[in-house]
T-cell receptor, first 114, second 115 residues
């Protein structure tokens, strides 16, 4: 049973480019969460999605960041016009529909903006 | 708003010695508490969780944690540390929002294991 799959593992972008991070949840999981980990910081919640719906985006920056979880395919976290401050590890987690089920995390995408 | 404090940024323990990692939380209701471990370049693995009931919870890899409401603490313990336990440990509190929960993490404690 494959875990949460994220790709790419490492992504390098120049300032102003777009970054697309992908996440495939565990089989049977319909809830996806995105977290960001800045250097020497804990993980910070960004957005929570169910299939085709954004449920909670209270942790997402208002500009340049967007997320989707389409009916078919992985969840995508998109960062437009990246800046150096976007350099971080971005983790996706998934859970089944059961309330308060623990989150299962992927290995993350490490974004470096040059 | 909820918050999590892990007072120790780094801890070094000799292999075979006991371990206790501290975690204090601030939350207005009954907390859902978690400990995760992160090895370098990896994602987070759940060690254990507390939702309700027995305040001493057992996890994987020989870890346990005790919920103390009076102290707002959820410290992680292991009686005998192995070199493979060297990693970063994160405490987290779950916030319940209309049927789902998001996690607030502490900044982590890096565990180093000396021979």
């Amino acid at each position: 049973n494959a875990g949460v799959m994220q790709n790419p593992r490492h992504l390098v972008r120049r300032r102003g480019q777009e970054a697309r991070l992908r996440c495939s949840p565990m089989k049977g999981h319909s809830h996806v969460y995105w977290y960001r980990q800045l250097p020497e910081e804990g993980l910070k919640f960004m957005v929570y999605l169910q299939k085709e719906n954004i449920i909670d985006e209270s942790g997402m920056p208002k500009e340049r960041f967007s997320a989707e979880f389409p009916k078919e395919g992985p969840s995508i976290l998109r960062i437009q016009q990246v800046v150096r401050g976007d350099s971080a590890a971005y983790f996706c987690a998934s859970s089944p529909e059961t309330q308060n089920s623990p989150l299962h995390f992927g290995n993350g995408t490490r974004l470096t903006v040059t | 708003a909820q918050s999590v404090t892990q007072p120790d940024i780094h801890i070094t323990v000799s292999e075979g010695a006991s371990l206790e990692l501290r975690c204090n939380y601030s939350y207005g209701a009954t907390p859902y508490l978690f400990w995760y471990v992160q090895s370098p370049g990896q994602g987070l693995q759940l060690l254990l969780k507390y939702f309700s009931g027995d305040t001493l919870v057992q996890g994987i890899k020989g870890f346990e944690a005790e919920f103390k409401r009076s102290q707002s603490s959820f410290n992680l313990r292991k009686p005998s540390v192995h070199w493979s336990d060297a990693a970063e440990y994160f405490c987290a509190v779950g916030r319940l929002n209309s049927g789902y929960s998001t996690l607030t993490f502490g900044k982590g404690t890096m565990l180093l294991v000396s021979p």
